[in-house]
């Protein structure tokens, strides 16, 4: 790089790449970013120093101030949590959970929770208001197939439905068709049979000629008038509420397939304090008894 | 150039002396880009040197004191009279309470300002910038150390160019210590106007303070320093929005500091003995360009430069006073007014014109609305948000009801017992969450200076409602006050 050549117009170096006679000037880096530029090589220096930088085969390296993101959030949680505690303790010591509900700030304070912990873990089911779907419960109706007092509530959020806890709630809507237990006639008649329970649209012939079978086969969870009983789980047959659907389609598609939907239990994974702000907020939504 | 020496010339009438030096943005040497003239602005002794001076002491005092002011408000709230709470979410200003849904109050100031700004301008030119702009100000403090420290212009100039001994590097920390502390001041008042005053400066000593307060401090500790120490003149010309924005505002009626060409030219240097007969009473001395903090020269007519401090006033008079002429030949004076004199009328001042009227009654009205807002403000805000999933329930008998979240923010300082009645349909029942309802009505406390929010009801027999939906009016009224609040919302019946 002896020859320097200079460009006549400018009066600047060229680099000596030149396209199509068009010669590169060399013209010296702005001093604003060459400040710039070094600053950020002593700060990155600085940077490898004091923070968590280079990776090394077992490990990296953790810098002097021995920073870590993880550690972080866990102080963060317990420092959380503390602030809880005493709202906490007063949830776990309350004794029975209406006291809860009656203290506006102890309720303030369940609700809360609660609705946070719905979102993360009930929303993806119930929906985000609760207001269900086929086969999941609406929760801000008063149709409650296990009970939708706040001890009920907490009960199903604890062990679950059929979820294979011991203390589970379990019932069982038989397969009549599939499951052989009912001649296919029969099982017609008896949607024409649910269906007028509940007034709607049907052949009374049909319904008549279905009562004996409901005698035997559905009375003993329904009930004799069909309003259902919630220490079994025996959803009322009589209102307008459909956990499937009141339609003929559907109401014979459970007859004969049954029905066993599953709710998780909650125990283990959700602490009790959690499990009792979520049954304080799920009673809130309008449908608690 | 400016930074000349001055040229002795004793021989001129009065003792004046003659200084050689040229304004920083003198035409002749105008360039689209050129390197910062550093300026040694001389000192001046004057009324308007004097009023500068009481105006810096009122506004620095103002800025400096104005945290440390109590007004108890009651227990719970803050008691100083001033204070931007952004962690309790309140502006406080005596005995104004702002919360930030009514941050319009803000817009209503800025508008306030901005018109005062406005017809202050169209009054009396840039008032502003000379008087009482933070860096006018600030930048005049600045001056002032540095003139304590180093002596007036000339020692100025010529510490400037001398080498490093310790005589000058002892000068010059001096002085930008005492740049710096003041810097340090300044950033230390501002921090004082979001937190509780006496305890932050506890804390801020013993490194308890939030990083946002050492933060701030450091930034305006970091911005008077460089734009009151370094940068000066250059802020108000080149990163100022506002020179650009008043040629707009004034007028050939503003009163603005000018020089009075008729009586000036031609001007020259005048010898002692010498007649005032066939010329001008300007002298050349350019008294008034070493005198200006922006380094221009005001006989050049208004400029872009000029921030209307009137220091050039000062320096003009004592002049005149020496050479036995009379004071005023640099003024507060208008365009209009050269014309009249150079035409032979009579000179006048007309403060109102169309243009001042228009800011004026503008300003009136924007005053008189903000009063209104301020003293008829709702002590208490109603906010109802229907539930949208589910927009609507049905109950097993049938029945469909809606649910509502009513929030309620209650600016009274203390529990208010309010009413919350639903209107609507014939039929229609209510519930509220841990509230006791009766009939369409929820009775409940809102605790004084807080949101208060409840989940509210409303159910329909079966068939109650005609159509999909139903309009309906949440009332909520305060039987001590007789305050009432109405918001009208719907009931979905969803597909009858």
């Not at chain 2, 002011?69 to 979410?89: M, Y």
């Not at chain 2, 004084?448 to 309906?472: E, L």
Request: hydrophobic content about 40%.
């Amino acid at each position: 790089m002896s020859d320097k050549e200079v460009d006549e117009h400018s009066g600047v170096e060229t680099t000596g790449h030149s396209w199509d006679g068009i010669k590169e000037l060399n013209n010296p880096l702005p001093r604003w970013w060459l400040i710039v530029f070094w600053v950020c090589v002593a700060w990155s220096i600085g940077y490898w120093v004091l923070m968590p930088s280079w990776p090394g085969i077992s490990g990296y390296l953790k810098g002097t101030r021995n920073h870590s993101e993880r550690a972080n959030v866990e102080v963060a949680v317990a420092e959380l949590d503390a602030q809880r505690a005493d709202a906490t303790r007063r949830l776990l010591t309350a004794p029975n959970m209406e006291t809860i509900e009656n203290d506006p700030d102890l309720q303030a304070f369940a609700l809360a929770a609660g609705e946070s912990l719905f979102g993360d873990n009930c929303a993806t089911c119930h929906g985000a208001g609760g207001q269900g779907f086929k086969g999941y419960p609406n929760l801000n109706d008063d149709d409650w197939l296990w009970g939708g007092k706040l001890e009920d509530i907490r009960q199903t959020i604890r062990y679950g439905i059929r979820s294979g806890h011991e203390d589970a709630h379990i019932s069982l809507m038989q397969a009549y068709g599939s499951g052989g237990l009912l001649p296919r006639d029969t099982v017609d008649d008896l949607v024409h049979y649910v269906r007028s329970l509940s007034g709607q649209e049907h052949d009374a012939e049909a319904a008549a000629r279905a009562a004996p079978a409901f005698e035997v086969q559905c009375v003993q969870c329904h009930g004799a008038d069909g309003k259902g009983d919630q220490s079994q789980g025996a959803p009322n047959l009589t209102d307008p509420i459909w956990l499937y659907g009141g339609d003929a389609a559907t109401i014979r598609e459970t007859l004969w397939n049954g029905r066993g939907g599953v709710m998780p239990t909650w125990e283990g994974r959700l602490s009790e304090e959690e499990i009792l702000a979520l049954a304080v907020y799920v009673h809130s939504l309008g449908g608690g008894e | 150039m400016s930074v000349n020496e001055p040229a002795p010339s004793s021989d001129l009438s009065g003792g004046v002396v003659r200084h050689n030096v040229e304004a920083v943005n003198a035409a002749g040497t105008r360039t689209l880009y050129k390197a910062r003239e550093p300026i040694y602005p001389k000192r001046v002794k004057g009324t308007f040197r004097n009023l500068k001076w009481i105006i810096m002491a009122v506004t620095l005092g103002v800025y400096y004191l104005v945290p440390w002011i109590r007004w108890p408000r009651g227990p719970g709230e803050p008691d100083q009279a001033v204070l931007v709470d952004f962690a309790g979410r309140r502006f406080y200003f005596f005995f104004i309470e702002i919360w930030p849904d009514q941050l319009y109050f803000l817009t209503g100031v800025l508008i306030i300002a901005a018109l005062s700004l406005f017809l202050a301008t169209a009054l009396f030119g840039r008032v502003w910038c000379g008087y009482s702009c933070p860096q006018t100000v600030w930048t005049d403090l600045y001056v002032w150390v540095e003139r304590k420290i180093e002596g007036d212009r000339n020692a100025r100039m010529k510490l400037a160019k001398a080498k490093w001994t310790a005589d000058k590097i002892r000068k010059r920390v001096t002085k930008h210590a005492i740049w710096i502390l003041i810097g340090m001041a300044t950033g230390g008042a501002w921090i004082l106007y979001f937190h509780d005053a006496p305890s932050l400066a506890r804390d801020f000593f013993s490194g308890d303070a939030p990083f946002t307060s050492y933060f701030f401090f450091a930034l305006l500790t970091l911005t008077t320093y460089l734009f009151a120490g370094s940068m000066r003149e250059q802020v108000c010309t080149y990163m100022c929005p506002w020179p650009r924005i008043q040629a707009a505002l004034t007028d050939e009626e503003t009163l603005e500091v000018t020089y009075k060409v008729d009586r000036g030219e031609p001007r020259g240097p005048h010898k002692k003995g010498d007649t005032w007969e066939g010329r001008g009473d300007c002298v050349s001395c350019r008294a008034c360009v070493i005198s200006c903090p922006m380094g221009i020269d005001i006989r050049e007519g208004a400029q872009l430069e000029c921030i209307n401090c009137a220091l050039c006033i000062d320096a003009c008079d004592d002049i005149m006073k020496k050479v036995g002429r009379p004071t005023g030949l640099i003024a507060y004076d208008t365009d209009a007014n050269i014309a009249r004199r150079e035409a032979g009328e009579k000179t006048t001042v007309k403060l109102v014109r169309p243009r001042t009227i228009l800011y004026g009654s503008v300003l009136a009205f924007v005053c008189a609305l903000m009063i209104y807002g301020l003293s008829t403000q709702a002590t208490m805000v109603v906010n109802v948000l229907r539930d949208r999933a589910p927009p609507f329930i049905l109950m097993s008998d049938g029945s469909i009801r809606n649910a509502y979240t009513v929030k309620i923010v209650n600016r009274e300082n203390y529990t208010r017992e309010l009413k919350i009645t639903v209107e609507g349909p014939d039929g229609m029942t209510v519930g509220a969450v841990g509230e006791e309802a009766e009939g369409a009505t929820v009775m409940l406390d809102a605790p004084g200076d807080t949101v208060r929010s409840v989940r509210i009801f409303a159910t329909m027999p079966p068939g109650g409602v005609k159509g999909a939906s139903a309009p309906v009016i949440v009332r909520v009224t305060d039987p001590d006050t007789g305050e009432e609040i109405l918001n009208p919302t719907v009931f979905m019946a969803g597909r009858e």
